[in-house]
């Protein structure tokens, strides 16, 4: 190797180890799933480090220890149910926080999960002195399986309820027989379903706008590190729009992502996150899903009706995210 090209080869990698070290490396936690579809995106195309991020997704046991570990500080982001944020707030979550102040600032999707049931209970009805399972009694999507359950003519007091945590562990209680009905997000259902269980409707179609999971930080965290909020919005917001426009970039990490999704079941679950009640475009915030949210907390939680968005949201990162 002559001399000058032993230089450019040296700057190169010098640039190279530069450009690694000035990326801003920050931790988000989620629930397992393919709602984490928008996130891989950003990780596997570049979008998280073209703004100047790593980042770095850890699952979650439930919501509990996600909103301890993201109020302990050990977490910057969180993609969780909006109802979890807003049970939080409200001082009805599994943990008590003085300083709570984790908000809203993008939208994942109104849902993207399917009730299912164990492989004796062919209707709704069914479920009538058995079990179902949810994340926690009064939050995430345990409201929303009260209210679709109600609408097809079964009372709350019809039926039990254990609280377990994440789909993995709902799965879990389906499976074992502990529960035998539970809102599950894909493509856990799929897979429940391949093997025997019954999908028996998809949760946002039974119950109309809706706004199931957000992006979330604390109020704290953002003000002081804008440019990072700001960073982050802008790649997810892409990573959304990447997702809507493109279903063969979507399936091409879909199918990276969860190795063990026949080919069909992979281009069936694309298709159904890029219709009507898949991915929000731009990441954004439903304000007609947070009042269904809203409404809903006040049915099955006894709270009074809930009307101050920004107690829960904060819709000017999404803003200064579109913002070059």
Excluded: C
Excluded at 235 to 248: E, F, G, P, T, V
């Amino acid at each position: 190797m002559t001399k000058a090209r032993f230089l450019v080869a040296a700057a190169a990698l010098f640039l190279g180890a530069n450009a690694a070290q000035a990326l801003t490396e920050i931790k988000m936690i989620t629930f397992g799933s393919a709602s984490n579809l928008p996130i891989w995106i950003a990780q596997d195309k570049g979008l998280f480090e073209k703004e100047g991020l790593k980042v770095e997704r850890v699952t979650t046991r439930g919501s509990t220890q996600q909103f301890q570990d993201l109020m302990a500080g050990k977490f910057q982001f969180a993609s969780t149910a909006f109802d979890n944020i807003v049970a939080y707030a409200e001082g009805k979550g599994a943990t008590k926080f003085e300083n709570f102040d984790i908000v809203g600032i993008l939208g994942v999707h109104s849902g993207m999960n399917t009730v299912v049931s164990a492989p004796a209970l062919k209707n709704w009805t069914d479920i009538r002195g058995k079990t179902i399972s949810v994340d926690a009694v009064g939050s995430g999507y345990a409201t929303v399986l009260y209210q679709i359950l109600e609408n097809k003519g079964v009372k709350r007091s019809e039926f039990n309820i254990v609280a377990v945590g994440s789909t993995q562990e709902r799965m879990k209680t389906l499976r074992d027989g502990r529960a035998q009905m539970a809102v599950i997000s894909s493509p856990e259902d799929i897979f429940l379903q391949r093997d025997g269980f019954n999908i028996l409707g998809d949760a946002a179609s039974e119950i109309g706008d809706y706004q199931g999971s957000a992006y979330a930080v604390r109020r704290s965290y953002a003000h002081q590190n804008p440019q990072i909020v700001i960073a982050f919005a802008r790649a997810i917001m892409n990573a959304h729009n990447m997702l809507r426009a493109d279903d063969k970039l979507a399936l091409e990490v879909l199918r990276a992502r969860v190795k063990d999704m026949p080919e069909k079941d992979a281009i069936a679950l694309v298709a159904r996150m890029r219709g009507p009640h898949g991915f929000f475009p731009d990441a954004a915030l439903s304000k007609k899903g947070i009042e269904n949210v809203f409404k809903l907390r006040s049915t099955y939680t006894g709270e009074p009706p809930l009307t101050n968005l920004d107690r829960y949201v904060d819709f000017s990162w999404a803003e200064k995210a579109k913002q070059k």
